[in-house]
Structure formats: structure tokens, C-alpha cells
């Protein structure tokens, strides 16, 4: 069965760090470009960043809001999608999904696979 | 950033209803256009790709249309199942971008 894991969810007091993880099966992980989405509470999904599949050197990009803060990463040898995210701050309390990117390749299509999501809390 | 923009924020309907949510872009992204079902605590569900492309086990009723800035998800016949969020989102760049999303609830 295809399926995405994510992991790691927590309270954090403004100003600190966490780190999610992902863990896929069903399917070759460096195969596919993989994205972190999030949806902070009562509100709709925000798109966070994207890393690019082996072929395209898994070069990343990230949304303005989160860019110099969050670290998308990938361990294809363990199946693994990675968010590192430093300085939070509460307006990144949210629910965080890893989805994947379907098409087989390419930035245009859609998210045909999503994780259940691992929520974060940013507060003191 | 390409501006997704959904109408209506929330809609009234009844099983067996024929509804339609529209999403605008605010440039033209040809049909790089995904529409997703959200339940709630539930991870968004992809509905349609490519603009009006049906993803597998996805009933008939659903449809989608449009090209470049105008697009539209169609529900046949409502469903008890369809109450849900529905959102657009332009896959036209990496840098993506989601409609607001429009609550689906019973009449």
C-alpha cells in the first residue's frame, strides 16, 4: 500500500526548533518530488516547501513565509522525507502533511498521495 | 505569487443537488489546475488533476473544467458523502498556491 507517515509534531516555545519526519512505503521514494503542505487550525492549506526528485538533484524550494527557517531533507535509502524548522514562531502552529507529487517528475501536477499530518504547536 | 481565488466560501445544499464551486487565478495557468476533497482531521483527498482529469475511484459525479483562469468542480447528483471542503490549487510553478476553500454543508 502506497502511504505516507509523518512524525514528530510537538509544542514548542517561540524561538525553537523541531524537526518532522515522513516515512514512505509503497513506493521508491527518489523517484518522486515531495512537498510539506500545512493548515493552521480552523484555516486552509498553505503550501511550506518541495524538494525535487534524484533526477533533478533534489533541489528545493520553499514558500516566503518559511524560507530561511525551514530545511526540507531526504533520506531515500530509509524512505524518508525530513522538515528541519528553526526560529518558530506561533504563526506556524499548524497541522503539517508531507504529500507526494505525482507525475513521475515535474513541477505541474498535483499531490495524488498525503501523510495524515503531525501537528505542531508554537507557544509559550 | 499566483492568487487563487474560490467562490462561494460556503454552500447550502441537499442530497441529490447539482452544485458547482468555481476558482479563479489571478494569471493564467492553463490547466495546472487540482481540485481536492478535505474531510474533517482527514487529509485533503486529490478529486481531479489537470483541470478536469478524474483521478481513479473517484465517482462520475465529480467533473471539472476550464483552462487558463477560470475553472469549475461540478457534483452531479449530491451525495451524504460529499459534505466536505473542497479547494483548488495551481500546480503552473513550484511556487503553489491554494483557493481558500469552500465548505460544502447540508441544506
Known amino acids: 500500500e502506497v502511504q505516507l507517515v509523518e512524525s514528530g509534531g510537538n509544542l514548542v516555545q517561540p524561538g525553537g526548533s523541531l524537526r518532522l519526519s515522513c516515512a514512505a512505503s509503497g513506493f521508491t521514494l527518489s523517484d518522486h518530488y515531495m512537498d510539506w503542505v500545512r493548515q493552521a487550525p480552523g484555516k486552509g492549506l498553505e503550501w511550506v516547501g518541495r524538494t525535487r526528485n534524484k533526477a533533478n538533484s533534489y533541489t528545493t524550494e520553499y514558500a516566503a513565509s518559511v524560507k530561511g527557517r525551514f530545511t526540507i531533507s531526504r533520506d531515500d535509502s530509509k524512505n524518508s522525507l525530513f522538515l528541519q524548522m528553526n526560529s518558530l514562531k506561533t504563526e506556524d502552529t499548524a497541522v503539517y502533511h508531507c504529500?507526494?507529487?505525482?507525475?513521475?517528475?515535474?513541477?505541474?501536477?498535483?499531490?495524488?498521495?498525503w501523510g495524515q499530518g503531525t501537528m505542531v504547536t508554537v507557544s509559550s | 505569487d499566483i492568487q487563487m481565488t474560490q467562490s462561494p466560501s460556503t454552500l447550502s445544499a441537499s442530497v441529490g443537488d447539482r452544485v458547482t464551486i468555481t476558482c479563479r487565478a489571478s494569471q493564467s495557468i492553463s490547466s495546472w489546475l487540482a481540485w481536492y476533497q478535505q474531510k474533517p482531521g482527514k487529509a485533503p483527498k486529490l478529486l481531479i488533476s489537470k483541470a478536469s482529469s478524474l483521478e481513479s475511484g473517484v465517482p462520475s459525479r465529480f467533473s471539472g473544467s476550464g483552462s487558463g483562469t477560470e475553472f469549475t468542480l461540478t457534483i452531479s447528483s449530491l451525495q451524504p458523502d460529499d459534505f466536505a471542503t473542497y479547494y483548488c490549487?495551481?500546480?503552473?510553478?513550484?511556487?503553489?498556491?491554494f483557493g481558500q476553500g469552500t465548505r460544502l454543508e447540508i441544506k
Open positions: 504529500a507526494r507529487v505525482g507525475g513521475g517528475g515535474g513541477d505541474s501536477y498535483a499531490f495524488d498521495i
Open positions: 490549487q495551481q500546480c503552473n510553478s513550484y511556487s503553489i498556491t
